[in-house]
């Protein structure tokens, strides 16, 4: 069911979300810390020196919610919102809800660098080497993919998702070669597999900084282009003649979408479903209008990718699952069942 | 203003001429019918005039100035256009979608005006579809988001409105409804023109005609100069049979040429 509240009440109800998932993903871990003193650390270093009294709380605690839990967290916010803005974005420009944002190559393109990172032991030097790797995979996948499917200066959607397959699994060929020339190597074939898993396990506030400015840049991005978004789904044709340039468009919104989803494929690895699912799920219930669903995912990806990580890190503590894992058996039931009911009703997208 | 001048305008794909050696114009107050047979040329010609395509060779002119001189969104102020496929797969609200026909007068960040809403409620109800303004456009039938994309298009408030068959998906008497709205805008001063493939509603509603075979230009001229049997006959081979309705008005029946 498509329900109408008002913009305002949405947007309440998902900030209030996204602080009690902050405030939870903080809380909940090997050792639970209540959440009165996550709050209590988390002011304290928000609000000026001295308005809130943090004198009892152990080192320990402190630490553990600062230098650990709240870079982890917010990491995932991040991830999770960029994805799911990415997704939305590209389920717009392709007319086509089951669009993702990696479907034009670039996680295939992220991959490929971060194994060749970790494969030639560039990632074994600098934490910064990966994540390059990795976002440089990403984004040029993104431009080969484009160009080849560029022709006449007109770059068709259909022409880019094909191109987009066919170079992601020609990438995906060029991952595995690496990976089965590096299997003798015990160390180097498990970090590999643990990093295409997806992971946000010892992410740390540099990780927020090198994620933070490409999603934050992406969303700016994305907002520029909200109503162009929303004429895109009529048809380019229409789009046009209704005074979008559509090709100009369509070039800054996958780049913005790349910049997103390479700074996140950087830091966490490959995370399935969230920038599928979590759009279709925000569409399902305020409407197709972008003005609304960008940032609604946004909040949306963020809360779903913090309890998600929670749900890896405390399952069967102290051992860790793999957040891919998790999104993916969270976010593929639901989407089932949202589609069975959806055709029960017969209510289109 | 609304004049769109056409000269020697062709559009060539891999060697291939769509259209060829095209001069029309289109001026205010005119409600033009395109007519022609299949792959004659028609909704080539109309996205030529929207600078939807290109023109290989010639030039199409809007106002006197070249098309390629305009923004996508000073074209968009001037000229809309309605195509022939209406399909939508997501659930905007008939209201979102007329609304999205303000587009070209909106800025970056621009909220709709009161101007906004009075053109948005004047669109949805001159095409019949103020009553549907809360439905979803997914549930509606194919005459009705065809009705729908014609409010939108009115939402512009351009001057210049370009039909790719829009009564294809409706019944006689939304078609009428359809055709006879060309007829009043038209009459306003604004320019019509509007693809068709049936002779005797262009007979009927347009008082010029734009007749294309093989993507080639046959003429262009007040209706009753150009709806004649014999060319009829030649450029749809047909054997054309001319009447008069009760009020004057030319009917043609037509009978598949060499079967009769």
């Given at each position: ?19 009690v998932a ?41 630490v553990v ?10 990491v ?27 479907i ?66 020609l990438?995906?060929a ?62 380019e ?27 996140a ?5 490959i ?6 699912v ?17 940032p ?9 990718l ?22 993916a ?21 | ?88 797969d ?19 960040f ?13 669109a ?43 009564t ?23 320019t019509?023109c ?14 010029e ?12 001229g ?5 709806l ?23 009917i ?9």
């Open positions: 069911m498509r329900f109408k509240p008002n913009t305002l009440f949405i947007f309440v109800l998902l900030s209030v979300l996204l602080i902050i405030i939870a993903g903080i809380s909940f871990g090997s050792a639970n810390i209540p959440p009165s003193i996550v709050a209590r650390v988390l002011l304290s270093k928000v609000l000026p020196n001295g308005w809130i009294n943090t004198s009892d709380i152990s080192e320990t605690d402190f919610i600062w230098l650990i839990r709240t870079p982890r967290v917010l995932a916010a991040f991830v999770g919102a960029g994805l799911a803005i990415a997704g939305a974005q590209m389920q717009g420009l392709f007319k086509n809800p089951l669009a993702s944002p990696d034009v190559g670039t996680s295939a393109g992220g991959s490929f660098g971060a194994v060749l990172a970790i494969a030639l032991g560039f990632a074994a030097r600098s934490i910064f080497y990966l994540p390059l790797f990795a976002f440089i995979g990403a984004l040029g996948s993104l431009f080969i993919v484009y160009q080849i499917a560029t022709q006449r200066g007109r770059t068709p959607t259909a022409t880019l998702l094909l191109t987009g397959i066919a170079l992601s699994s990438i995906g060029a991952t595995s070669l690496v990976i089965s020339l590096k299997f003798y190597s015990y160390e180097v074939a498990v970090q590999i597999l643990f990093w295409m898993m997806g992971g946000l396990d010892s992410r740390t506030w540099i990780h927020v900084f090198m994620i933070a400015p490409f999603v934050l840049l992406g969303s700016a991005i994305a907002l520029f282009y909200l109503r162009e978004l929303d004429l895109m789904l009529l048809g044709e229409a789009a046009e003649s209704l005074g979008v340039e559509v090709e100009t468009t369509k070039r800054i919104i996958l780049t913005g979408a790349a910049l997103i989803t390479g700074a494929v950087a830091v966490s690895g995370i399935g479903f969230v920038g599928l979590v759009p279709h799920i925000v569409r399902l219930m305020i409407g197709p209008s972008h003005k609304r669903l960008i609604a995912s946004a909040f949306g990806g963020a809360v779903f913090i309890f998600a990580d929670l749900v890896a890190r405390t399952l069967i503590k102290p051992e860790e699952i793999r957040l891919g894992i998790i999104t058996s969270i976010g593929a039931p639901f989407f089932l069942y949202l589609l069975l009911r959806h055709k029960k009703e017969s209510m289109t997208l | 203003m609304g004049e769109i001048a056409l000269k020697n305008v062709g559009y060539e794909i891999e060697g291939r001429w769509l259209v060829r050696n095209v001069n029309v114009s289109l001026r205010a107050g005119n409600f033009t019918s395109l007519i022609g047979p299949n792959g004659s040329g028609k909704t080539t010609l109309m996205r030529l005039m929207t600078g939807l395509l290109l023109p290989s060779e010639g030039q199409v002119k809007l106002n006197d100035k070249h098309l390629d001189e305009y923004t996508r969104r000073e074209i968009a102020q001037n000229i809309t256009f309605v195509p022939q496929d209406t399909h939508i997501f659930a905007f609200t008939v209201k979102e979608i007329v609304t999205m026909g303000r587009h070209p007068h909106l800025g970056k621009g909220r709709e005006t009161a101007k906004d809403t009075y053109a948005v409620n004047e949805l109800e001159r095409a019949d579809v103020a009553d549907l303004a809360n439905r979803y456009v997914t549930e509606l039938s194919g005459g009705e988001r065809q009705r729908v994309i014609i409010a939108r298009s009115l939402a512009t408030e351009a001057e210049v409105l370009l039909l790719d068959e829009p294809a998906n409706l019944d006689i008497a939304h078609a009428i409804d359809v055709l006879e709205l060309c007829r009043k805008l038209a009459d306003e001063g604004k019509v509007t693809a068709l493939h049936d002779i005797n509603a262009s007979a009927r509603y347009s008082n005609v734009i007749l294309m075979n093989k993507g080639e230009l046959i003429s262009q007040l209706t009753e100069n150009v004649k049997e014999d060319k009829l006959n030649e450029v749809f081979q047909v054997c054309a049979d001319q009447t008069q309705a009760a009020d004057g008005k030319p043609f029946t037509f009978y598949r040429a060499g079967k009769i």
